[in-house]
T-cell receptor, first 111, second 112 residues
Framework: RKEVEQDPGPFNVPEGATVAFNCTYS??????FFWYRQDCRKEPKLLMS???SGNEDGRFTAQLNRASQYISLLIRDSKLSDSATYLC????????????FGTGTRLTIIP | DAGVTQSPTHLIKTRGQHVTLRCSPI?????VSWYQQVLGQGPQFIFQ???????GRGNFPDRFSARQFPNYSSELNVNALLLGDSALYLC???????????FGSGTQLSVL
């Protein structure tokens, strides 16, 4: 079983729609959780950290369910610029070291 | 301010050769990590260095080694290259306690 599992997609979504990504992780001792965004042929960039209480940043909402070992990302009112690969990331540490990445979910926003 | 810089950007090698990849972290960042990203996969952790000491190692063979210099820059060395080493090698820097990890644009290594 992979340490971090994501649906690879691709997700093709019309502009303005809401899209949700899910991710599961296998190690219950994991302490830190993130969503990264990676544009084609570019480096990954931190989109947001994920907390048990849930957190929101503009159109983006992330949720963590420790009991189910499940992480989600919701994008509302999707924009063309949201087209990218979204990587679910987990760490056993409280910081950002030794990150374990999922394979990523590719999202394309259609005009 | 300059971000994380990596060199070279692209590299072509043949099987059995060795390669050295270089990384300069963001000014003030003392932690450097290396990741390997094979096409279609997420990045995979190779090494993490802090204050010139290895603080973490991923599941990679001994052909992979790294070091960090007094100015906090870092080198990743890979010996006896295999076709399967073809990947994007990403360097990331951070402060020890800051949760944001900054990645460089990577070195694309092709092994023929």
């Amino acid at each position: 079983r992979k340490e971090v599992e994501q649906d690879p997609g691709p997700f093709n979504v019309p502009e303005g729609a809401t899209v949700a990504f899910n991710c599961t992780y296998s190690n219950s001792a994991s302490q830190s959780f993130f969503w990264y965004r990676q544009d084609c042929r570019k480096e990954p960039k931190l989109l947001m950290s994920v907390y048990s209480s849930g957190n929101e940043d503009g159109r983006f909402t992330a949720q963590l369910n420790r009991a189910s070992q499940y992480i989600s990302l919701l994008i509302r009112d999707s924009k063309l610029s949201d087209s990218a690969t979204y990587l679910c990331v987990v760490s056993l540490d409280f910081g950002n070291e030794k990150l374990t990445f999922g394979t990523g979910t590719r999202l394309t926003i259609i005009p | 301010d300059a971000g994380v810089t990596q060199s070279p950007t692209h590299l072509i090698k043949t099987r059995g050769q060795h390669v050295t990849l270089r990384c300069s972290p963001i000014s003030g960042h003392k932690s450097v990590s290396w990741y390997q990203q094979v096409l279609g996969q997420g990045p995979q952790f190779i090494f993490q260095y802090y204050e010139k000491e290895e603080r973490g190692r991923g599941n990679f063979p001994d052909r992979f080694s790294a070091r960090q210099f007094p100015n906090y820059s870092s080198e990743l060395n890979v010996n006896a290259l295999l076709l399967g080493d073809s990947a994007l090698y990403l360097c990331a820097s951070s402060t020890w306690t800051n949760e944001k990890l900054f990645f460089g644009s990577g070195t694309q290594l092709s092994v023929l």
